[in-house]
């Protein structure tokens, strides 16, 4: 079995499962957070109405909650929805509720490995379509709708079918002007938008091993834009130090056998891989960035679970570095820990110097809410991973993905720019 | 939840790829916190200019189609954010099918806990029921697509089969039916 079949069949009691099999697992790990956790509040309402007692969580210890889409709050609804979600924590007793204002809090994706909330060999399940992105620490990570996780939530259990599993090997590593974002971009290029539907997206080989671990959160996040179920990468020595840095020294792994079975298998030379941009309106849509250097921008936008964790700004502020941002650009760190290590490093000053905003974590912009929304026909280039038709804002606005790297270069020229050819 | 009834219905013919649920529910309306009433706000950003007005040529401002049951759309419908909002928008409207060549897999699950049938057709099937002049009939317990150029059988996991024909979309009912449903699934492999 790989590393997925054998983290579902130890979740749901089994010696041995395979692709298709539906089990029913114990999860280890819920989040909600200021949307879904609205959402799961609205299904606890209906079930009441129609005379289901809910008194109390399955297990509140292993849930947890993030305040992150609409916060700073956007308007007087969502000032009203955290309050909801407060009382919610505090009714069943949730302790670990990372609130805005009161020290850390983030994305939630970002906590996850931030705060090492979920660990190797787990089972965990979110209120988030991008809860694939904690699969990187080698846990099995996927994204339920508000009834499935108001169903965990009750009970701890969930049935999942066994996914495939495509097998990404990337061989050697990955040059210095390439980060993971231009790896995952190729990939969903050559798959496609569905091409790992209901599949896991494992990683390995010698480039993985190579990668930091948040090279890799980038790369798991993203799966969800080719349709994954979840993504997935071995534990190994370097998630080890990631996690004991975080405190998580006890945790049960889990290893893909020697004879392990894939759907296919895909290798990428780490050497080939080219600085790469998804166009509007698609992730998939991809160029390299020198086939784009025409294009114009409005904005650069370097923030979310995708583009903005500690390596994603020492990238972006290696560029802009002694230079100035020809265009809006604004950097939003994806958790107040990374915000810290930010300030401690210097890389605030470097982005405030550059003309840079720098602002609080928020998925705000990413997901066109708040904090930055882009008007008619304005044009982005952003870390985040979406592009669909007014993802970022007006219906008409487009954004161009891209990696820290090119998105910081091409905040100095103002045009979508190969950091090689930054002068 | 009501047990899933054969639909006749004229079919209304969204002709675009990786509807993400953005689109089927723009983020202004994922404040609110009621459940219900988000039919108003399907496919907001596409059906009204800002003041509220009506885009004329958004297939669902067509009185052709103010009564359908049945949306048709290309590859990846449902794709992006988690948000069941967008299933209970697509249901609050009228919409009880779904076909299209693709569904998002957290999109797809969402449908039938909220009585939605989500049905994966071929290229060839969606060509044909998007050139289709007339009513299109579902049967769900048949397994059958009906128009006037076309009659396919569709394919559907078992247990989701159950659960909309039975209407045990109630996450109660699967609690009590959990050991069913394992049991069935086990006995219905394909």
């Given amino acids: ?423 | 939840m009501k047990p899933f009834q054969k639909i006749k219905s004229i079919a209304t013919p969204l002709d675009k790829v990786n509807v993400d649920t953005d689109q089927i529910v723009p983020k202004q309306f994922l404040k609110l916190i009621q459940r219900t009433g988000f039919g108003q706000f399907l496919f907001y950003d596409w059906r009204f200019e800002r003041e509220g007005t009506p885009i004329k040529n958004f297939i669902l401002n067509d009185p052709k189609y103010a009564n359908s049951k049945i949306l048709l759309a290309r590859d990846n419908f449902g794709c992006g954010s988690s948000r069941e909002h967008a299933v209970w928008a697509l249901d609050d409207y009228g919409f009880k099918v779904l076909v299209s060549t693709s569904f998002a897999d957290i999109f797809y699950n969402n449908c039938f806990k909220n009585g939605i049938l989500p049905i994966q057709v071929s290229v060839d099937v969606l060509q044909k029921l998007f050139s289709t002049k007339s009513e299109i009939e579902v049967d769900l317990e048949e397994q059958t697509i009906k128009a006037d150029n076309i009659s396919v059988s569709f394919h559907i996991e078992p247990h989701w089969k159950k659960i909309l024909l039975e209407g045990l979309d109630d996450i109660a009912l699967t609690l009590q039916h959990e050991a069913e449903i394992v049991k069935y699934e086990r006995s219905h492999k394909i």
């Fill in chain 1, 1 to 423: 079995m790989n590393i997925t079949e054998k983290i579902l069949a130890r979740a749901s009691g089994k010696s041995k499962v395979s692709p298709g099999d539906v089990v029913f697992v114990n999860v280890d790990k819920v989040m909600i957070h200021d949307v879904s956790g609205p959402g799961v509040i609205a299904v606890f309402e209906k079930l009441k109405k129609k005379g289901m007692k809910i008194e109390k969580l399955w297990n509140p210890d292993k849930v947890w909650v993030a305040e992150d889409h609409f916060v700073p709050a956007a308007d007087k609804i969502s000032a009203q929805n955290i309050v909801s979600l407060t009382n919610f924590t505090k009714q069943f007793g949730i302790k670990k509720h990372f609130k805005y204002g009161m020290g850390q809090y983030g994305i939630c994706h970002t906590l996850s490995h931030e705060e090492a909330m979920v660990l190797p060999g787990e089972v965990y399940v979110g209120g988030d379509s991008h809860t694939n992105t904690t699969g990187a620490l080698g846990a099995f990570a996927a994204g339920l709708g508000h009834t499935d996780v108001a169903y965990v939530l009750l009970n701890g259990k969930i049935w999942f079918k066994v996914p495939e599993t495509l097998l990404f090997k990337l061989n050697g590593k990955l040059p210095d002007h390439i980060m993971a974002k231009d790896l995952i971009l190729k990939i969903i290029g050559d798959i496609g938008n569905d091409g790992a539907a209901y599949k896991t997206m494992e990683f390995g080989g010698t480039g993985i091993s190579e990668m930091s671990v948040e090279g890799r959160l980038t790369l798991t996040n993203m799966t969800t834009e080719a349709g994954a179920k979840s993504g997935i990468v071995e534990p190994d020595q370097k998630l080890r130090d990631y996690l004991a840095a975080r405190g998580a020294t006890k945790y049960d792994e889990v290893h893909g056998d020697a004879d392990a079975q894939y759907e296919k298998i895909y290798e990428y030379e780490g050497s080939e891989i080219e600085p790469t941009v998804a166009k509007p309106f698609s992730p998939e849509n991809i160029s390299v960035a020198r086939d784009l250097s025409s294009i114009e921008l409005d904005k650069a936008y370097i923030g979310s679970c995708t583009g903005a964790k500690l390596e994603d700004l020492q990238a972006a502020a290696k560029i802009l570095k002694g230079r100035t941002v020809k265009i809006r650009t604004e950097v939003l760190p994806a958790a107040i820990s990374i915000f810290r290590k930010a300030m401690d490093e210097g890389l605030l000053k470097i982005f405030l110097d550059a003309g840079v905003v720098v602002g609080p974590p928020t998925c705000g912009a990413c997901c066109g809410a708040h904090m930055g929304v882009l008007a008619k026909d304005e044009i982005c280039i952003s870390t985040t991973n979406r592009n669909f038709p007014g993802r970022m804002g007006h219906v008409e606005s487009q954004t161009y993905l891209a990696s820290p790297l090119v998105a910081a270069a091409s905040a100095i020229t103002g045009k979508i720019t190969d950091p090689r050819d930054l002068k």
